[in-house]
């Protein structure tokens, strides 16, 4: 644990330790192209384990960026798709066997299953697992040995937009953090695999796994659902007050409005876009946001991190997936039922209008 520091509710943090190679300022160092080298992965073989979103974004942008990495899949749909683009498929196991720098590219949830089945037994030290999220290693499900570098390239983009922004000459935030397996070398190979996937274009932060795990499941467990809670809660609001519900669903997300908003929080700031909104709107905005955090919403958030931190929340999901997911099962049954879905299912036409309308600006 570091030093502590304010947030701005007040309450105190502690700053996470980052990779060895960390400075101590509190700015996060950020790599880009021009002092990235390749050259440390040009002896090295690179396997791909996974052709999934994630697996098949970064294996085309590796094989472009100069690159011949193997590809392993089980026999499913990802195998054939992978043949289609030109790879030679192999077994996880002989990927793990013959590359010296293996990307572990397939669901968290299943990856230490394989890993101890088919990755660990051929390891040899010196060779590099990477990571595209700090969730089995934070969590220690994953614990490779001594002398096996472990490092983490994590995208801050879903695989589609990896691959399609790398094929456009752009970039992508990405993560990257590293435990030494003795030579020195991961952190050079963790950059040079960012600076493959296109990543460093934009920028690689130096980070940690637990940092990588924090922000992503708070994301998922704060931030996403409160704004879907408070989606859902505009809609039975006006309705229930008599609002027409295709209207009211068009206005909340599919006149595309809310995309046009996130995407100004980008060109014109956080803060900057509101002054793209009438007068009476920011008025609103900026004299009704503090009601929107009561004290039980600061109490779960402290709760959801600590749970996050301390592993309870990956035990519990743990335990989820050990009885079939039987939870996640009646939350789906239960969401769509909600008379957004029923209103948006009305509005399908409009919908795929504003769709087609997406297309091609990404
Ligand atoms: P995915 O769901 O697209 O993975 C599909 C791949 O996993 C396929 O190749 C499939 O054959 C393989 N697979 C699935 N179950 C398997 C099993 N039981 N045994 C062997 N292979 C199996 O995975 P995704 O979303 O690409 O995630 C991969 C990694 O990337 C994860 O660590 C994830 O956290 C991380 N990540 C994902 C992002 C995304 O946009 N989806 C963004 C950033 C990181």
């Not at 239960?334 to 399908?348: G, M």
Request: aromatic fraction near 8%; include cysteine; proline fraction near 5%.
């Amino acid at each position: 644990m570091g030093l502590p520091v304010l947030n701005t509710i007040g309450l105190s943090i502690h700053r996470i330790a980052k990779c060895p190679t960390e400075k101590d300022g509190i700015m996060a160092k950020v790599h880009r192209d021009d002092e990235v080298d390749l050259k440390v992965l040009s002896t090295r073989k690179i396997g791909i384990v996974g052709y999934g979103n994630q697996g098949r974004a970064q294996a085309l942008n590796i094989r472009d960026s100069g690159f011949e990495p193997m590809v392993a899949n089980r026999d499913d749909e990802y195998k054939a798709k992978a043949i289609r683009d030109g790879f030679k498929v192999h077994s996880i196991s002989h990927v793990a066997k013959e590359a010296d720098v293996i990307l572990v590219l397939i669901p968290d949830e299943v990856q230490p299953q394989v890993y101890h089945k088919h990755i660990q037994p051929h390891l040899w030290p010196g060779d590099v697992l990477c990571f595209a999220s700090g969730y089995n290693v934070y969590y220690k499900a994953i614990e490779p040995p001594e002398g096996i570098g472990v490092i983490m390239v994590a995208p801050r983009m879903i695989g589609e937009a990896v691959r399609n922004l790398y094929k456009n000459g752009l970039g992508f935030p990405c993560l990257v953090a590293c435990r030494e397996g003795g030579n020195g070398q991961s952190m050079p190979i963790a950059l040079a695999l960012a600076k493959a996937i296109g990543a460093t274009r934009l920028g690689a932060f130096e980070s940690s796994f637990k940092e990588e795990v924090m922000i992503d499941l708070f994301a998922e467990q704060m931030l996403w659902p409160g704004i879907l809670k408070l989606c859902l809660l505009y809609f039975e609001k006006l309705t229930d007050y008599g609002c027409d519900p295709e209207v009211v669903t068009s206005e909340l997300h599919l006149s595309g409005e809310f995309v046009e908003i996130a995407k100004a929080m980008i060109t014109h700031g956080f803060f900057g876009q509101l002054k793209l909104h009438s007068q009476t709107s920011q008025y609103g905005q900026l004299s009704c946001m503090d009601r929107m955090a009561p004290p039980e919403l600061l109490a779960y958030t402290n709760e959801a991190l600590e749970k996050i931190a301390s592993g309870k929340f990956h035990a519990e999901w743990a335990e989820e997936q050990k009885h079939g997911k039987p939870n996640m099962k009646r939350l789906w049954q239960q969401i769509r039922r909600h008379p957004l879905a029923e209103s948006e299912a009305k509005l399908d036409t409009l919908r795929k209008i504003v769709a087609k309308s997406y297309e091609g600006r990404r």
